[in-house]
């Protein structure tokens, strides 16, 4: 995560449970690599994810005009900008 950060680029992962953004120093790095992170379901096939970031695109490449910190859930149909807090 730290590396992508370093060389602008964003970061796709599965985190069920959001713990990046929950957990103190996780949300630290986080926040002080300024990581723009996108959060897809890690209890659907890789398949399904692909074709969630394919529809999303759009969306995910503009959230990537702006700087991070953030984190974006991937759903089927939308993206949600979760809160760090």
């Known amino acids: 995560m730290l590396e992508a950060a370093r060389h602008g680029w964003p970061v796709l992962g599965c985190d069920a449970k959001h713990r ?4 103190p ?3 630290t790095a986080l ?8 959060i897809l379901n ?5 398949v399904t994810n692909v074709e ?3 529809h999303n695109l759009t969306a995910i490449l503009a959230a990537c ?3 991070g910190p953030f984190v ?3 759903h ?3 993206i949600e900008r979760l809160p760090l807090d």
Request: net charge positive.
């Open 20 to 23: 990046r953004r929950r957990r």
């Open 25 to 27: 120093a996780e949300r």
């Open 31 to 38: 926040i002080d690599a300024r990581v723009q992170n996108f």
């Open 42 to 46: 890690g209890n659907v096939s890789a």
């Open 52 to 54: 969630r970031v394919l």
């Open 65 to 67: 005009t702006t700087p």
């Open 72 to 74: 974006y859930r991937v």
């Open 76 to 78: 089927p149909n939308r």
